[in-house]
Every structure is written in C-alpha cells, then in structure tokens.
C-alpha cells in the first residue's frame, strides 16, 4: 500500500518537512503521524527508519511505528517541544538530567548495532516533554552497524558544551570499552550540578 491509498478515506494535516520526507498528523482512537517519502529517491530511507523503528519498538524514547507501507510509515504520536526550545531555558540540574537521558540512548544504540548519527549535535530531532522525557526521532540516515559510533559524537556535544574537555574527549573516543565509556560519562553528568567548566 502506498501513501495516498492509505490516507483515501483520512483528513490529514501537514505537520513538518525534512530532507527525505514529510510527516502528516491524523486522528482516530489517537493521534497518529504519518512519515511518507519526499519524492521516489528517498523510499529506501523511510523504508530502512520504518525498520529500525520496528526494531527498537516497546521503548518509548523512540517513535512506537504501528504499521508501514511502501512509501510511509506510521506512528503514536509524540506530545513535546523540540530540544532546542526546551533545554536551553532549564536549571543546570534538569540540563543534566535531559543529556543523562540522551546519553542512555546513545549507549543503548550502540549496545543494540544501530548508528543513528547526529547525537554530536544532539538538539537536532530530539523531543522533550513537559516531565522532561527525552524523545529521539528521525533514523532515515540511521544504520545497523558492527561498529556505531553513538557514544563517540555525544562525547563531542559534551565538550561543546563544556561538560568535558578536549582531552578527556580525545581520551574517551579512543576507548572502545563502551560500558567503560558510558559508566564514566554518567558519572561526570552526576557529579555535580554546577555549570560546566571547559569552554573550548
């Protein structure tokens, strides 16, 4: 079944536009987003985030994909506010508890062999909730790998940020001990509420 087969008989609202696709919100029981294809080129990208998505289904820190044609997919959903709307404005505490929670599905991405990409820059489709839960979105450039690198682009968002410094980045992104890795970066994130201190 194709996009416009599936939504015949639905009214639909446009929602947002990417690279690869659009999204579509309708309602039924629930609310519902559909992501379709942008044009014929960009099938493979939606088919292979309609994949993952089924995959990593049943943790809600990811989009709950019901079902998938051949140009779209759809899924539950998702009552939140862009990252870059939301974190810049909190306490330094609640900053820390948001990238704890990205850093948890960095690790967890790289445990499971998916490379999604983009958690160097982490406020790029990442949701936020009114409780502070954290949303990842968008795996159209995402892949199964032997060797993600998840952990590694969110140590370099850390040291943007001045969390850590160079040289514990460098340090770290050396270290393929991932559960090494991941425990010293929870603990750094834990270790106090102050703002950071490496601006570099």
């Given at each position: 079944?194709?996009?416009?087969?599936?939504?015949?008989?639905?009214?639909?609202?446009?929602?947002?536009?990417?690279?690869?696709?659009?999204i579509y919100i309708y309602k039924e029981d629930k609310t519902y987003c559909i992501k379709k294809?942008?044009?014929?080129?960009?099938?493979?990208?939606?088919?292979k985030e309609a994949n993952i998505l089924s995959f990593l289904y049943g943790d809600k820190t990811?989009?709950?994909?019901?079902?998938?044609?051949?140009?779209?997919?759809?899924?539950?959903?998702?009552?939140?506010?862009?990252?870059?709307?939301?974190?810049?404005?909190?306490?330094?505490?609640?900053?820390?508890?948001?990238?704890?929670?990205?850093?948890?599905?960095?690790?967890?991405?790289?445990?499971?062999?998916?490379?999604?990409g983009e958690f160097d820059k982490e406020y790029k489709n990442i949701l936020i909730d009114k409780?502070?839960?954290?949303?990842?979105?968008?795996?159209?450039?995402?892949?199964?790998?032997?060797?993600?690198?998840?952990?590694?682009?969110?140590?370099?968002?850390?040291?943007?940020?001045?969390?850590?410094?160079?040289?514990?980045?460098?340090?770290?992104?050396?270290?393929?001990?991932?559960?090494?890795?991941?425990?010293?970066?929870?603990?750094?994130?834990?270790?106090?509420?102050?703002?950071?201190?490496?601006?570099?």
């Open positions: 079944m194709n996009f416009e087969l599936f939504v015949k008989d639905k009214y639909i609202t446009f929602l947002s536009k990417g690279w690869r696709g659009e294809a942008i044009h014929e080129g960009a099938i493979y990208a939606i088919t990811y989009p709950q994909i019901l079902c998938q044609g051949k140009d779209f997919f759809v899924y539950e959903y998702i009552d939140a506010m862009p990252f870059e709307k939301v974190f810049y404005n909190l306490e330094e505490d609640k900053k820390r508890y948001i990238l704890i929670q990205v850093l948890k599905s960095a690790y967890k991405l790289d445990v499971v062999g998916i490379n999604r409780y502070l839960n954290v949303y990842i979105l968008d795996f159209d450039r995402g892949l199964f790998s032997k060797k993600p690198k998840n952990l590694n682009q969110f140590i370099q968002s850390l040291r943007t940020k001045g969390y850590i410094c160079l040289e514990k980045a460098i340090e770290l992104g050396k270290n393929e001990d991932k559960d090494k890795v991941f425990l010293e970066l929870l603990e750094i994130l834990n270790s106090s509420q102050e703002s950071p201190r490496f601006i570099n």
